[in-house]
């Protein structure tokens, strides 16, 4: 009997790409928008990506990466000191100006990191694409995969090694192109010594933006950042990813752009305005398929078929049409997600959790297709075959 | 022209004593079956005629299974219907009974194999073996070569004998068809109605058919007659005596 309900279904071929093409969307919408909207939240923790150490100390009133109230220059000797604390590092993080050859200007997110121990060094350079070791060089910075395009003069000539441009007047010359994750404000990465980028960067009274930290061998993270700001009076985070705990940077930066920017009301919006259009056309698509096969399956109760079996056969439509259109709607975001990353935007990181709530959320739409066909089916009298 | 109850020498199929049925409640209420009596046999075709309204398709699907009575007695094959519950109804109707609608009724998107093999697949058969049975069927009924066809690419005759195919391909011991040559032409009425009498009559099945289509009324063994709710007539059509005017004159269609 499914085999027959699965060809009432393919028969009825306008009905069923009717229904495809709800799902397709709804999927497509739904998997798409939220994996751009994660692949945003990814961004916002780029710094902490790119310029990779256990621990990040921070001005006690910051929330996020991206702020930056500056530090004392002594809080670093601060933070070394702090028993539990095998190394601390200071670093510059702020969006600059560059100027080009062409004399176009371009923003950056600039990075400064220690000249010695180069802690927080981009964590892998492209093969054939400098040395770590050259940043201590004069006038030396490394600029990510992006910046060969942004940061180049002549749009057909992406940068290469030896390039130089202009940060505050001052020589910028690339002696290594570095692999990073995009920054949420768009602007390519640029690593410098800390000295450095304090040249490159107008003068105020603090300039430290954040100390980097790791743990004695032996203590945990969680125990030197608890050291840290019982120590010092400083804010300290982790930096073992998002969810991992309360104290971790990236949860802590990822939840403050959700609490105070619109961008997950408005990605949210998108979500649920393909969540009702695809209800919508589906479940009234599939309404009309039912009314429109009402006869048959009054004919088939009349013939004997048990009213759990017709319900068996409208739930088996119901799921072909929503596993086909998750699939296609699926395929659909996943060739977006190709072009995404291969142009590096819009951002595009998709967990395991999106296409599985996805996936129930269709699987909830189909549910209620079909129990609406249920209702009507189950209400349906068989003598009504015989009245014409 | 003989009593409604059966005489003995065929045994009985359906066997109806002061069957009533109503419908709506209060002031809308409306009687429609007041007390009908009615024996269908095995080995004949019995006919249910009477004019619109009188109740002839009520008292089909109260026999079919379809609809309950209000009250009375109704037997079919020694089961009391009104004693069952909806499910073993519902499996009764899978194995015992056999349908023809005047519409036909047939899937649009299957094929004629398809279509005829359903009530076996209801049972629970294999599609293999109740496809080979549906194309069994459909070269008695003369559609073999049109096996594959969907049914908009068949004539309303042609139609009617896949439905026929449908409702023999399970061996049912009941068949019971709703007007079956109405949406037919005159000839195409009388071919469906020589195939049906062909492969359907049996010594062990009993065939009941709602007409008004007195062209028809000479494959019937019985004709009983209905008139506000009530089985008011049964002749016996063994050529003994003529068809009673109120019977013979029923208007086509």
Sequence with gaps: ?388 | MSDPVSPPQKPLAACIRGVTRSFGDGGTKLLVLKGVDLDVRCGDITMLVGPSGCGKTTLISIIAGTLAADDGQLEVFGNDLRKMSKAAITRFRAHTIGFIFQQFNLIPTLNCIENASVPLLIQGCSTRLAEKKARALLEQVGLGEHAKKRPSQLSGGQQQRVAIARALVHDPRLIICDEPTAALDAKNGLLVMEIFEQVARSPERAVLIVTHDNRIFSHANRIASLDDGKVTDVHDADGSSPLPDHIANLAHG
């Design chain 1, 1 to 388: 009997m499914l085999r027959l309900a699965l060809k009432m279904l393919f028969g009825d071929t306008g009905k069923y790409l009717m229904l495809i093409a709800g799902l397709v969307f709804a999927t497509f919408l739904m998997a798409q928008q939220a994996a751009v909207f994660c692949g945003l939240m990814s961004w916002t923790t780029a710094t902490l990506k790119n310029v990779p150490a256990p621990i990040w100390v921070v001005e006690k009133q910051v929330e996020q990466v991206n702020e930056t109230n500056p530090l004392l220059d002594t809080d670093v000797a601060r933070v070394r000191s702090v028993d539990s604390i095998a190394w601390a590092s200071p670093i510059y993080s702020g969006i600059q100006r560059v100027r080009l050859a062409n004399g176009n200007f371009k923003i950056i997110q600039l990075i400064g990191i220690d000249a010695t121990t180069l802690a927080g060094a981009p964590p892998k350079l492209q093969p054939g694409q400098g040395r770590l070791e050259d940043l201590r060089l004069p006038h030396a910075v490394i600029i990510d995969d992006l910046g060969r395009k942004r940061l180049a003069s002549d749009k057909g000539r992406p940068v290469e090694l030896g390039d130089v441009f202009e940060l505050n007047d001052q020589e910028a010359r690339v002696v290594g192109i570095a692999d990073a994750m995009m920054s949420f404000t768009g602007g390519p990465y640029v690593w410098t010594t800390y000295e450095r980028a304090l040249q490159y960067t107008p003068p105020q009274r603090k300039m430290l933006s954040a100390v980097i930290a790791a743990p004695r061998p032996g203590v945990s993270v969680e125990q030197a950042v608890a050291d840290i700001e019982r120590q010092t009076g400083l804010r300290a985070f982790t930096n073992q990813g998002f969810g991992s705990s309360d104290k971790d940077f990236n949860t802590t930066t990822v939840w403050w752009y959700i609490r105070n920017t619109g961008i997950p009301i408005s990605f949210g919006i998108t979500v649920v305005v393909g969540f009702i259009v695809g209800m919508a056309i589906s479940c009234q698509t599939f309404y009309s398929f039912v009314m429109e096969n009402m006869k048959h399956l009054g004919a088939l109760k009349a013939m004997g078929t048990s009213n759990w079996t017709l319900c068996t056969m409208l739930t088996t439509q119901a799921f072909t049409v929503g596993f086909v259109g998750y699939g296609i709607g699926m395929l659909l975001t996943g060739l977006f997600a190709r072009a995404a990353l291969e142009n590096k935007q819009p951002p595009f990181y998709m967990p395991l959790s999106v296409p599985f709530a996805v996936l129930g959320v269709i699987l909830f739409i189909c549910s209620l297709s079909a129990l609406i066909g249920i209702w009507r089916v189950s209400r349906l009298e068989p003598a009504m075959v015989f009245r014409g």
